[in-house]
T-cell receptor, first 114, second 115 residues
Framework: GEEVAQTPKHLVRGEGQKAKLYCAPIKGHSYVFWYQQVLKNEFKFLISFQNENVFDETGMPKERFSAKCLPNSPCSLEIQATKLEDSAVYFC????????????FGEGSRLTVL | QQQVKQSPQSLIVQKGGISIINCAYENTAFDYFPWYQQFPGKGPALLIA?????SEKKEGRFTISFNKSAKQFSLHIMDSQPGDSATYFC??????????????FGKGTMLLVSP
């Protein structure tokens, strides 16, 4: 498609439950990025993919977070055993290349952990 | 080394005025400096970007000024309009030839342009 599509828009989970978010990148874009935006607007980079391969996972809290980009499927970000501090808006972005260039962001998925 | 510091946190400008947002970075290997604009409930969108081989880039009412020696860059919005009211983020990254790093964002500036 012509835009990055993220689902769901909103997700509410009780503490300890699992949350899974999905992202369909722009067609033809081979790089996918996940960012977490917390209440004070700060963006935290989580992970990026080049096609189905992890490209950069330096920001990923590996204990409870995992992500995948499989062929012919939306990319996903999964949080096992959610905590209150996981409440945030999770943005997916895609780009044509990994070198600095324009990232196209989706509208985000708001996760609320109660 | 990866930090990008942005100021001010918030800014109120009258319609027709000039909005100025500043960013400073630490890592001299950064070689790409974009500004993103985010409206409430939306994802950020690229506004304008600059590379360190030029000191200024202008697109319409938006100008980036870049000072390599001071490790600072700023966004100027001329003739600010109410429709410019949004949160602005500066960012920086390194390309593969400079030892790749993903975009690092500043903490954002909430701009309100009063009618």
């Amino acid at each position: 498609g012509e835009e990055v599509a993220q689902t769901p828009k909103h997700l509410v989970r009780g503490e300890g439950q699992k949350a899974k978010l999905y992202c369909a990148p722009i067609k033809g874009h081979s790089y996918v990025f996940w960012y977490q935006q917390v209440l004070k607007n700060e963006f935290k980079f989580l992970i990026s993919f080049q096609n189905e391969n992890v490209f950069d996972e330096t920001g990923m809290p590996k204990e409870r977070f995992s992500a995948k980009c499989l062929p012919n499927s939306p990319c996903s970000l999964e949080i096992q055993a959610t905590k209150l501090e996981d409440s945030a808006v999770y943005f997916c972005a895609s780009s044509q290349g990994e070198d600095p260039g324009e990232l196209f962001f989706g509208e985000g998925s708001r996760l609320t952990v109660l | 080394q990866q930090q990008v510091k942005q100021s001010p946190q918030s800014l109120i400008v009258q319609k027709g005025g000039i909005s100025i947002i500043n960013c400073a970075y630490e890592n001299t290997a950064f070689d790409y400096f974009p500004w993103y604009q985010q409206f409430p409930g939306k994802g950020p969108a690229l506004l304008i970007a600059i590379r360190p081989d030029v000191s200024e880039k202008k697109e319409g009412r938006f100008t980036i000024s870049f000072n390599k020696s001071a490790k600072q860059f700023s966004l100027h919005i001329m003739d600010s309009q109410p429709g410019d009211s949004a949160t602005y983020f500066c960012a920086a990254s390194r390309g593969r030839n400079s030892g790749y790093s993903t975009l690092t964002f500043g903490k954002g500036t909430m701009l309100l342009v009063s009618p």
